[in-house]
């Protein structure tokens, strides 16, 4: 069952056009630059931040190992690619485009390339290439969901043990091995950031405060990055996980909320299942013989534990099918299909569908499929800019030295432009997830809001009759803030740019 891709939704109106207006303006920039530079490094950062701003919006899917990454790729393309057991292509970095002709590319440290064969629609077993050897593997799908985005699927990087630094390290991306400095690169080129976290535990709180190390040097913040509560379905034995799980997303979620936009818990193997449409009529037919066991005792015992379910002997399951569907499903899983098969479910149809529902994937789809669609041309020009910025400081290329110094007046002159008020607030929002910017609870929340609503409602967290009025008070409360001689220059002007949003909501929703 593959996602179908939703239309191309932008923001409308004015927003548009100064979108529209900004992208472009960006583009002259690196295409005026392109021309004066002669070949060598800095001419080919410039080539790609332009290459990337006319491609499809490139979101990286990271975490620890096992978390559930390639789980959570394979239910947004909703088919069974990406790899999930232990082998070759869960340790380098894969790309997921579209293309008509559907290939895998394996892309060398050398700069050479050459295909290797999908194995049934799967990526192969073996590279055939020796793993140190290996950049990245990019594959080629003909999925309606690559129309809009490019995924990238991540190594899995060490789970922490203990709070300290180098564990912390490892688990964002940026430790010593090759894995990790290759998905700290992926991490880097992202335009958007899906970080799956198999569950919170007391050691985490490093991870959690490490990642504004995640976020030096990126365009990424609350904006455009999410978590992901991925495993959620062993946090209850009896009950609804997701409703577990939903105080302690919460929880995350107010701790990262200046680094993350939302925290989603996600039962992932169900997502996968589910998307992919890996669960058939004979598993339908498997499941309605284990319905048969209707007394409840016998039921408990037989989902105790996966050993219980693989050793009861009182239902005529073949111990193989037992262990495609524990695969499949695992215990809350079958539970779940075998209380749609109570429930009158006929077919694996309609399995799937209580799956899907159960697995909590709308919500993760909804932004990503959703709101990072949408604002795909803003978060993009965000990340250029950020990106620019950054290049215009090489040190390692003296003659392009020259060039690539003249982009920074330009680039400031853009980031003043009074009429790109969305983009000063993704300034601002990245200022805050890297500690640039340090905001009083009540601010953050607002920035927060501010940047990730999707209309003058959502973004003033109030309604048609009260927007006005929220749209001034929080514009007061900005300039106030700003004003405080204690600010520094450069708080002092995000907080001005953020006023200056505020008031401009004012105009639309008063007019």
Not at 202 to 214: H, I, K, M, N, S
Not at 310 to 316: I, S
Not at 317 to 342: N, Q
Not at 347 to 364: C, K, N, P, T
């Amino acid at each position: 069952m593959l996602q179908q891709a939703p239309d191309t939704i932008r923001p409308c109106g004015e927003r548009e056009e100064e979108m529209a207006s900004t992208t472009e303006r960006v583009l002259t920039l690196c295409d005026d630059a392109l021309t004066r530079l002669p070949a060598g490094e800095g001419r080919d950062l410039v080539s790609a931040v332009r290459d990337k701003l006319v491609a499809p919006l490139q979101v990286c899917v990271a975490g620890g190992v096992s978390s559930g990454k390639s789980t959570l790729v394979n239910a947004l393309l909703g088919q069974q690619i990406a790899a999930v057991d232990a082998g070759e292509c869960t340790r380098v970095v894969t790309w997921f485009r579209w293309d008509h002709h559907e290939r895998a590319e394996v892309h060398l440290v050398t700069g050479e390339t050459f295909n290797v064969a999908l194995d049934r629609g799967h990526l192969p077993a073996s590279l055939g290439a020796p793993l140190e050897a290996v950049r990245r593997v990019v594959v080629y799908l003909s999925n309606a969901a690559l129309t809009n985005l490019t995924l990238v699927d991540t190594p899995g990087l060490n789970t922490v043990t203990e709070v300290h630094e180098a564990d912390t390290a490892s688990f964002l991306g940026v430790g010593a091995t090759k894995e990790a400095a290759d998905t700290s690169i992926a991490i880097g080129q992202a335009d958007a950031l899906v970080f799956l976290m198999p569950h919170l535990r007391e050691a985490d709180a490093a991870v959690l405060r490490g990642f504004r190390d995640l976020y030096a040097g990126t365009g990424l913040s609350a904006v455009n990055a999410v978590g992901v509560l991925s495993r959620v379905d062993r946090l209850a034995r009896d009950g609804d996980p997701l409703a577990v799980a939903a105080p302690i997303a919460e929880h995350v979620s107010h701790d990262l909320r200046g680094l993350v936009s939302h925290v989603i818990p996600v039962i992932g193997l169900l997502a996968e299942t589910s998307r992919a449409a890996l669960f058939t009529e004979d598993d339908f037919r498997a499941v309605t013989r284990l319905a048969a066991v209707d007394d409840e005792l016998d039921r408990e015992d037989m989902l105790m534990s996966p050993d219980d379910f693989l050793a009861f002997d009182g239902v005529d399951v073949d111990a193989s099918v037992r262990r495609r569907l524990l695969g499949l499903l695992d215990l809350y899983g079958l539970k779940v299909a075998i209380g749609a098969v109570d429930g009158g479910a006929r077919g694996a149809s309609a399995v799937l569908r209580e799956l899907e529902q159960r697995s909590g994937y709308s919500a993760i789809a909804d932004l990503v499929l959703g709101r990072f669609g949408r604002q795909a041309d803003l978060l993009k020009t965000h990340v250029a800019m950020c990106d620019l910025d950054r290049i215009s400081y090489l040190r390692t290329d003296a003659d392009a030295a020259r060039v690539l110094r003249s982009l920074r007046t330009p680039l400031e002159q853009l980031s003043l432009d009074a009429e790109v008020h969305d983009l000063h607030v993704l300034e601002a929002m990245q200022a805050a997830a890297t500690g640039r910017l340090v905001l009083p609870d009540e601010l953050l929340d607002d920035l927060k809001r501010l940047a990730t609503g999707e209309d003058p409602y959502s973004r003033l967290g109030a309604d048609a009759s009260g927007a006005a009025s929220a749209a001034l008070e929080r514009a007061t409360a900005w300039g106030r803030w700003g004003q405080d001689p204690r600010r520094s220059p450069q708080e002092a002007r995000h907080a001005r740019l953020v006023k200056e949003a505020y008031e401009l909501l004012w105009t639309r929703v008063s007019a």
